[in-house]
């Protein structure tokens, strides 16, 4: 199966969330007027897609009805679902992994999916012939390590730890160590999932960020946020409190199969102008891929 097949199987509950109150919202009117895009508004808002950038779809829509002359229900959809992708689509979506050491530093809050979603980028780095070394940086947590070695086996890259309790930041001065040693290309660390005390979270972040800068002087970097879309509208809102502490490059979204709230997706990206460079809508080792914004719209609408 294709990555579009695992999208549309995957995205299947919001896709049927999103295209019954849009074509409900059709089969009420034989004109395109004022009250089918107050109407079109609230089913945008109803599918978790957030008030400012549901307002802000049905304005770029009417000025394009009106300078297009759109009249037909096809015509609008097509110019809704245009939209909706253009908001998806802007700049650094592609991961930049240019030198030969480069660091993913891997964020979030504990349930999202982070090990999984490391297990997976990991699994796909590897088959695009990279070396990789994952450093299990969130000592807090034994289970997190115990998952992250589960995964690093099946996908074959070493996973380098310390004692529960241990500074973060030196496990992952020793990964750098041992990564530069492996002649590794990438490497992945996983990071406590706190943000209820933001202010612990940031100075180990910087402790974090000043060992990588310190010992990968001019290295490609990527700050990835792992965000849970079952989560919907509430995942706006945890991108913003996670962006006053880090600066985030690209958000990972897991879970998106079996939810109807996908839509919250189009409102993440709009409100914190952040791409979206991975997707997972699935279990296997496989579902997860890089974001491509037309075939979202298009598996959803």
Known sequence: MGFFEKLKQG?????????????????NFRKVDEDLLDELEEALIMSDIGINTSVKIIDNLRSRIKKEKLEDEEQVKQALREEMQKMLDIEGAKLKLDTKLSVILVVGVNGVGKTTSIGKIANKLKK??????????DTFRAAAVEQLEIWANRVGCEVVKRQEGS??????FDAIKKSKEQNADVLICDTAGRLHNKKYLMDELAKINRIIDRELAGCSKETL?????????????QVKAFKETVDITGIILTKLDGTAKGGAVIGIVEENKIPIK????????????????????????
Do not use: C, R, W
């Open 128 to 137: 695009e012939g990279k070396k990789v070394v994952i450093a299990a940086a």
């Open 167 to 172: 500074d973060p930041a030196s496990v992952v």
């Open 278 to 301: 991975f997707i997972g809508v699935g279990e296997q080792i496989d579902d997860m891929e890089e974001f491509k914004p037309e075939e979202y719209v298009k598996a959803i609408i």
């Open 11 to 27: 995205l299947s509950k919001t896709k049927q969330s999103f295209d019954n109150k849009i074509n409900n919202v059709f089969s």
């Open 225 to 237: 946020l792992v965000i849970d879309g079952t989560t919907g509208q509430n995942a706006i809102s």
